[in-house]
């Protein structure tokens, strides 16, 4: 059962622009995934941020979590047309991940 | 290492057909996910093995579909027969230790049609 929800669904953007993308989530989790899907890829990890973790900086990625609105936030710095790609958020469920349907994001030059 | 690596990455196939697709995690990963991916539901977990044991496979769809772990190094995602509602992309995925704290790894994934 998916328990990740991205918003918004598509996002379209010029290069060297910010972008920033929403995922909600149900129940309590120990940490929250975000992944990167190009098209006709397998999901890649980003980065990785715990429940006690409030933000976690990674190259030009930055993540909150704010388990008080489960909620998180993936934002793209600077972005570039090789940012182009689905961005996903998982939860941890009883043995694996519960993905999102994803933010498709595209960034053009 | 050549992570995940699925076969094959595209099969296409008529209605009652049998399909097998296969994976080898990275070497190493003890547990092993099957997903799939369609536009309507999404990334769905089909099941997982750790250690080569199927620990929970609530999401293989019915039972024409079965899975295998024979050993550390390879899996294969049976589908008997086909139908026109399997097609979809289905991923493999590996991962170190039983920590939901781990990243996975995908594969590249298989692109099924079934006509």
């Known amino acids: 059962s998916q328990q990740g929800e991205e918003d918004p669904q598509a996002l379209s953007i010029q290069e060297g622009e910010n972008a920033t993308m929403n995922c909600s989530y149900k129940t309590s989790i120990n940490n929250l995934q975000w992944y990167r899907q190009n098209s006709g890829r397998g999901l890649v990890h980003l980065i990785l941020?715990?429940?006690?973790?409030r933000e976690k900086h990674s190259g030009r990625l930055r993540v909150t979590l704010d388990t008080s609105k489960k909620s998180s936030s993936l934002l793209i710095t600077a972005s570039r047309a090789a940012d182009t790609a689905s961005y996903f958020c998982?939860?941890?469920?009883?043995?694996?991940?519960?993905f999102g349907k994803g933010t498709s994001l595209l960034v053009t030059p | 290492d050549a992570g995940v690596i699925q076969s094959p990455r595209h099969e296409v196939t008529e209605m009652g057909q049998e399909v097998t697709l296969r994976c080898k995690p990275i070497s190493g990963h003890n547990s092993l996910f099957w997903y799939r991916q369609t536009m309507m539901r999404g990334l769905e977990l089909l099941i997982y093995?750790?250690?080569?044991?199927?620990?929970?496979d609530s999401g293989m769809p019915e039972d024409r579909f079965s899975a295998k772990m024979p050993n550390a190094s390879f899996s294969t995602l049976k589908i008997q027969p086909s139908e026109p509602r399997d097609s979809a992309v289905y991923f493999c995925a590996s991962r170190s230790g039983s920590g939901l704290g781990n990243e996975q790894f995908f594969g590249p994934g298989t692109r099924l049609t079934v006509l």
């Open positions: 941020i715990r429940s006690n973790e």
């Open positions: 998982a939860t941890d469920a009883t043995y694996a991940l519960n």
């Open positions: 093995f750790n250690n080569n044991v199927p620990i929970d």
